[in-house]
């Protein structure tokens, strides 16, 4: 076909229906893969090298271990990438059984999340399958933490650490928070955030405090579960962790609804108060709420225009600064009465958008 000539609703249409077919093809390689023994052959046929077909070969286990995950990626409803996230998480399970337990779940609903939102769901699912081998794996990991130098051409360097996850996102707002009193200039984000992170190391940062926000059902509380915690901008965190966290920081009370969804604070200002500012990040886990998006919130969104629409914390959604400006382009954004939110494109496509649940 023409791409050209297509209207822009069949580019979109024909963009969704070629990743159903790569899909089908991934999985068609996957279920080969786990029924060939000799590599070899199969690297010479493709020009692949053998030592990347091997690591194929490790998650083509899933035809057995994930099947109804394997068959939603044969029939286009999930990618490879979605799959592999999940099989990152659930091969360190000891059984089969708690295996098929978490896919239980995520069969359901793998098909409407993104790749982090596949991955969170999957983490927790997890830990709460296996609780105690899930702090023991993060202990482990912890061991991992590390910073590595990559040189890059034209003059630049990577500079990359692997951190434990709390004292990461703690450094992440740290820089954003030096972003944010950085003077106005053509400085991309990207680099006024690169620049902040040099000044701040070099010792040429004020000092400041910072906070993260982590969710900790009472029930983990009072040690009658083990039902991870939920660090904004990240996901799951061990039980464990969390409730040490919470030893050392203030706490707000937060009730849930008959969905498990967060219930908002109201006031009748037209600008949120710095409690309602908070109150909408933890209802939104943290995370920008239109379709598919996993930054970090950055900016509150009337759902109903001002003063039509109120300023409680279900009514506000928490946007990064690019899909709050499309938001206020030409996509119209609806809400239900269970909270969710329905955006409607230009081209007419409906996408829904659910409240994050604790």
Known sequence: ??????????????????????????????????????LTELAMAGHEPERALGQRKELSRVVETLPRLFAQLRRGEIDQRRLEVVDERVAHLPTQALITQVEDTLVEVAAGLNRSQLARQTTKLVALADPDGHDQRCQRAKAERRVEFKALPDGMAQLKAVLPAVEARMAYDLLN??????????????????????????????????????TIPVETLIGLTKEPGLLDGYGPIPAELACELAMQGPWRGILLDQYRHAVAMSTAKYRPTAPMREMVT?????????????????????????????????????????????????????????????????????????????
């Open 177 to 214: 928070a030096d972003v944010a009193d950085l003077p106005k200039d053509d400085r991309t984000t990207d680099q006024r955030r690169a620049d902040a992170f040099l000044d701040r190391f070099l010792a040429q940062a004020k000092d400041r405090q910072v906070q993260v926000h982590v």
């Open 1 to 38: 076909m023409d791409i050209r000539a297509l209207s822009e609703r069949d580019k979109v249409t024909a963009y969704v229906l070629a990743g159903k077919i790569a899909a089908f093809g991934h999985a068609i390689q996957l279920e080969v893969l786990h029924h060939v023994d000799d």
């Open 282 to 358: 933890v209802h939104d886990g943290g995370t920008c709420t239109a379709p598919g998006c996993t930054s970090p919130i950055r900016e509150l969104d009337h759902v109903i225009p001002w003063p039509k629409g109120k300023a409680t914390a279900t009514q506000l959604k928490g946007l990064c600064s690019w899909h709050h400006h499309r938001k206020h382009d030409n996509y119209t954004v609806t809400p239900d009465s269970d909270g969710t939110t329905r955006w409607t494109t230009p081209q007419g496509r409906v996408h829904t958008t659910r409240p994050h649940q604790y």
